[in-house]
């Protein structure tokens, strides 16, 4: 998709960026101007290839690991992109998350806390973090990744439906208390995205998802990095407090 560079002069932090999703978002944000912090906290090989990328391609790009459990690490996480950047930071995806699989029944209160410290109090921290820098430097956005499941849960993933519904009230209610600071906080909720051996890993589930998906594929991670991309551009400069979902038309599905 050829676009203008909606994001020239922006510097993004995006969380989780060793990731297949996260990998996609940072190019994304490269590719339409925007200097990029990748975030990973042990993916340090993967996201290092996506910096030495983007820098090979003229842009700018910086790896910095942080274990988002910890409050501190968050707000240093902000700190070492705005030394890195000059003082700037213009926008926040809020990307890394678990995503394991546990029946709710044997679930332990630890395996609980693990999806929600990572998914949704890592959210909340990074996004305290960042919002307090654009409110002083004139205001900026934030996306965080929720995802379908946060209204549809599926079997095994009571912790990661959970946290990602509060991920997506959390964005309503950030938006409502930072947007008088010109910051814009949002929701990109994806479907089932492709990654390598998907479809050798669970052969049934990705069946009837291309049954019943309307666009008759999985999603893609570029799918999700252009939601991200638009929703932190300015041809999103009236959109806050909003779910995006990006799942081919799944959710339009009747379940009865």
């Not at 676009?3 to 020239?8: A, G, Q, T």
């Not at 910086?62 to 950047?85: G, N, P, Y």
Request: aromatic share 4%; proline share 5%; with cysteine.
């Amino acid at each position: 998709m050829n676009l203008p560079e909606l994001l020239h002069g922006q510097t993004a932090l995006v969380t989780g960026a060793g990731g297949g999703i996260g990998r996609a978002i940072a190019l994304r944000f490269a590719e339409q101007g925007a200097a990029v912090a990748l975030h990973c906290r042990t993916a340090v090989e993967s996201a290092g290839e996506v910096a030495s990328g983007i820098r090979e391609s003229g842009g700018e790009a910086v790896v910095l690991q942080a274990d988002l459990t910890d409050d501190d690490a968050c707000h240093r996480l902000v700190r070492e992109v705005t030394d890195w950047s000059g003082g700037r930071l213009t926008a926040l995806v809020n990307n890394a998350a678990v995503q394991p699989v546990q029946p709710l029944p044997g679930m332990t209160a630890d395996a609980w806390r693990t999806v929600v410290d990572t998914d949704l109090t890592s959210v909340f921290a990074c996004t305290q973090a960042a919002a307090a820098h654009m409110r002083a430097h004139g205001g900026g956005t934030v996306t965080h990744i929720a995802s379908i499941e946060a209204a549809h849960p599926a079997p095994g993933h009571a912790h990661y439906s959970a946290a990602k519904a509060a991920v997506v009230m959390h964005a309503r209610a950030a938006a409502l208390e930072y947007g008088p600071d010109g910051i814009r906080v949002n929701t990109v909720s994806p479907g089932l995205i492709d990654r390598e051996g998907l479809a050798e890993a669970w052969p049934d589930g990705v069946r009837r998802w291309l049954a019943a998906a309307p666009t008759g594929r999985l999603g893609r991670p570029e799918d999700v990095a252009d939601a991200c991309v638009f929703l932190a551009s300015p041809l999103a400069r009236w959109i806050t407090g909003h779910d995006l979902t990006v799942d081919g038309g799944i959710s339009a599905r009747p379940t009865w």
